[in-house]
Antibody, heavy 120, light 111 residues
C-alpha cells in the first residue's frame, strides 16, 4: 500500500516561492504519476500537475508558468515549487499517486495534506 | 468555477437513498472519459470511492454505486448511514484543457 506524506512551510510571503516535498513509500515509481492537487478554503479540488519517473511533467495551463515538479528517486520523494505566490494560492496542498493509465486515470492514494497560507 | 458541476449540498435521512450528480460537457464526460468519485470525511484527505465510472475499490461498501450517461455521471448512496456524512468530489479528464478536472464538491448531510 502506497503511503505519502507532505512536508514544508505552512506560511509563505506574497511574491515568494512555495516549496513542498512529498515522501512516498510502498509503490512502484515507474507505474505512477506523482501528482500535486490543492484545495482552497471552502472550494473544490484543483489538479496542479504531475511528474512521471522518466522526468516527463504535465501542469495545469494557468499555473504552468509558475510551477515546477521534480522527482528525487534516491529519496523516494517528489517536490512542488510555485513561484510568485499570492493570497489566491492559499490552500491545502495534497500529494497523490495515480496509476499511469493515461487520461482515464484516478488518484488512488493521497497524503494527509498540508495547509499553506500566503500572507505577509 | 469548476469544469465539472456538482450541487453544493444534498441530504437524506438514515436508510434513504441519495444521488449526487456531476455534469460535464462534450470535452470531458461526454467524450467518454471515465468518471471517478472521492469521499472526503471532515478534516481528512479525499479517499477514492469509485473509479472507472462504477468500480468500487476493495473495502468500499456496495451501498455506493456510480453510473455515467451522456455528459453526466452520478453517485448513488443507498441505506444512508451517519458515517456517510462527507464531501463527495467527481473527477474526469478534459480533452480541451488536456488536464484532469474536478467538480466543486457536494456536501452530503445525513439528517
Amino acid at each position: 500500500q502506497v503511503q505519502l506524506q507532505e512536508s514544508g512551510p505552512g506560511l509563505v510571503k506574497p511574491s515568494e516561492t512555495l516549496s513542498l516535498a512529498c515522501t512516498f513509500s510502498g509503490g512502484s515509481i515507474e507505474s505512477s504519476y506523482w501528482t500535486w492537487i490543492r484545495q482552497p478554503p471552502g472550494k473544490g479540488l484543483e489538479w496542479i500537475g504531475y511528474i512521471y519517473y522518466d522526468g516527463n511533467t504535465k501542469y495545469y495551463p494557468s499555473l504552468r508558468s509558475r510551477v515546477t515538479i521534480s522527482l528525487d528517486m534516491s529519496k523516494d520523494q517528489f517536490s512542488l515549487r510555485m513561484s510568485s505566490v499570492t493570497a489566491a494560492d492559499t490552500a491545502v496542498y495534497y500529494c497523490a499517486r495515480a496509476p499511469a493509465h493515461g487520461s482515464g486515470t484516478y488518484f488512488s492514494q493521497w497524503g494527509q495534506g498540508t495547509l499553506v497560507t500566503v500572507s505577509s | 468555477q469548476s469544469v465539472l458541476t456538482q450541487p453544493p449540498s444534498v441530504s437524506g435521512a438514515p436508510g434513504q437513498r441519495v444521488t449526487i450528480y456531476c455534469t460535464g460537457s462534450s470535452s470531458n464526460i461526454g467524450a467518454g472519459y471515465n468518471v471517478h468519485w472521492y469521499q472526503q470525511l471532515p478534516g481528512t484527505s479525499p479517499k477514492l470511492l469509485i473509479y472507472g465510472n462504477n468500480i468500487r475499490p476493495s473495502g468500499v461498501p456496495d451501498r455506493f454505486s456510480g453510473s455515467q450517461s451522456g455528459t453526466s455521471a452520478s453517485l448513488a448512496v443507498t441505506g444512508l448511514q451517519a458515517e456517510d456524512e462527507a464531501e463527495y468530489h467527481c473527477q474526469s479528464f478534459d480533452r480541451s484543457l488536456n488536464v484532469w478536472v474536478f467538480g466543486g464538491g457536494t456536501k452530503l448531510t445525513v439528517l
